[in-house]
């Protein structure tokens, strides 16, 4: 038997604050009730604000964000089309993989493991593109992978300069809830995100913000699709119903995650990130390491990637951290196994939970065979918390 509590640092999924637990502890309910629009409706009105989005529409989709992804990519574009993505990280790289799968023509972009998405690079295939094929550019907001938050308004201004038609589509699983999002004001066409990160949930309830020109786009794709399709679940939403069986036990679960979301403040949930990933990047700058984000104004406030040095095996670090202090952190995807760690700072979390992880992080790279002074992290951190002052509590949702 081992005391005390674990504790989660992955970049997903996230700590489950006990509201949310003890909400979804209900028994089941008859999914077609008469009354389930009481409890939906709200829901996609809230999901709409955190996702700051006033117009198109709203779904839930029981499963992982790969098949919010899925459903955007079937429901709007078919076999053939052309689309341009980034390709700078695990969560980009896979995206490209199934828009391939799916029989896109995906036009893509490198970028360096680190880098943000290469808008300028996308800019020229743009401008290249004069008989207007590419229909849809698609890229990932926050690279959990490496610890990136790329710009995307630099890449709504560059189709508008363009006066190019592409659809914008955004993966927002790591970022949305959790750092600033503007679906309307960035005229970003179509959005996921999963629940299992900033929206403390667990894993299971997909999220699909569909603008006006993308439900446009998929009146016109012609590819077959059952169940998960935008007009069908559009139609059924209207009277509280969907055509599938939907999570109820994660409805309201979320229910009391946006409680806890609005409560606090969204721009005071955003500054919050920014003070915690603040406080782990002083941490990691005091130990004499780098992250993986290569330059700093795209450094991410959620996840941080620790680039560890040559003669270390981050995976050991992350063993250590796990067996022996009970501390999880996320391992290096790819190209970056052994070399980094990362470090998930995002949802549920306060100062001195980030302490902990600091704390846990410098005994296991210590003991991986990476000499930096026990402490080190953890006082830098410290320092800059006391200045920046505490996160406020949240005793009225308690
Ligand atoms: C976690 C994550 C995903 C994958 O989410 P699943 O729910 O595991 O399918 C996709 N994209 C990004 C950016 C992520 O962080």
Not at 6 to 11: F, G, I, M, V
Not at 14 to 20: A, G, I, K, R
Not at 106 to 111: C, F, G, P, R, S
Not at 301 to 311: G, L, M, Q, S
């Amino acid at each position: 038997m081992r005391t005390g509590i674990t504790h989660l640092y992955t970049p997903g999924p996230t700590n489950l604050p006990e509201q949310v637990r003890q909400a979804m502890n209900l028994s089941v309910r008859d999914v077609r009730a008469h009354d389930q629009g009481e409890l939906t409706e709200p829901l996609f009105d809230g999901v709409k604000r955190v996702f700051k989005q006033r117009r198109g529409r709203m779904f839930f989709v029981p499963g992982s964000a790969t098949d919010a992804w899925r459903a955007a990519i079937t429901n709007t574009l078919d076999p053939g089309d052309k689309v341009l993505m980034a390709r700078h990280g695990r969560f980009s790289l896979l995206w490209v993989e199934m828009a391939a799968e799916l029989g896109l023509e995906v036009e893509v972009v490198d970028a360096p493991w680190g880098d943000a998405v290469p808008v300028q690079a996308m800019a020229r295939r743009l401008e290249a593109d004069h008989a207007g094929e590419i229909k849809a550019v698609l890229v990932t907001h926050n690279e959990t992978a490496t610890g990136v938050t790329s710009p995307v308004p630099a890449m709504r201004d560059v189709l508008d300069a363009l006066d190019h038609s592409a659809l914008l589509f955004v993966d927002g699983t790591s970022s949305i809830a959790s750092i600033d999002f503007r679906m309307d004001a960035w005229g970003v066409d179509l959005a996921v995100c999963g629940s299992q990160k900033g929206f403390m949930l667990p894993a299971g309830l997909a999220m699909l913000a569909v603008g006006d020109k993308a439900m446009a786009a998929s009146e016109r794709a012609r590819r077959r699709r059952t169940a998960v399709d935008f007009a069908e679940m559009a139609r059924l939403n209207d009277d509280g119903a969907f055509p599938y069986t939907p999570p109820t036990q994660l409805f309201q679960g979320l229910r009391a995650a946006l409680d806890r979301l609005f409560a606090e403040g969204l721009e005071q949930v955003f500054a919050r990130h920014r003070r915690l990933a603040e406080g782990v990047r002083r941490g990691v700058r005091a130990w004499g390491l780098e992250t993986v984000a290569r330059d700093p104004r795209f450094a991410s406030n959620t996840v941080t990637a620790v680039r560890v040095p040559a003669d270390v095996d981050a995976r050991e670090v992350v063993r250590i951290a796990e067996d022996r202090y009970r501390t999880s952190f996320g391992s290096g995807p790819g190209p970056l196994a052994g070399k980094a760690f990362r470090i998930g700072h995002l949802g549920d979390l306060n100062e001195v939970m980030c302490l902990s992880a600091l704390a846990a992080a410098e005994m296991a790279l210590n003991e991986a065979g990476c000499p930096i002074q026990l402490g080190a992290g953890v006082g830098a951190a410290q320092g800059y918390f006391q200045d920046a002052g505490m996160t406020l509590d949240l005793r009225a949702v308690a």
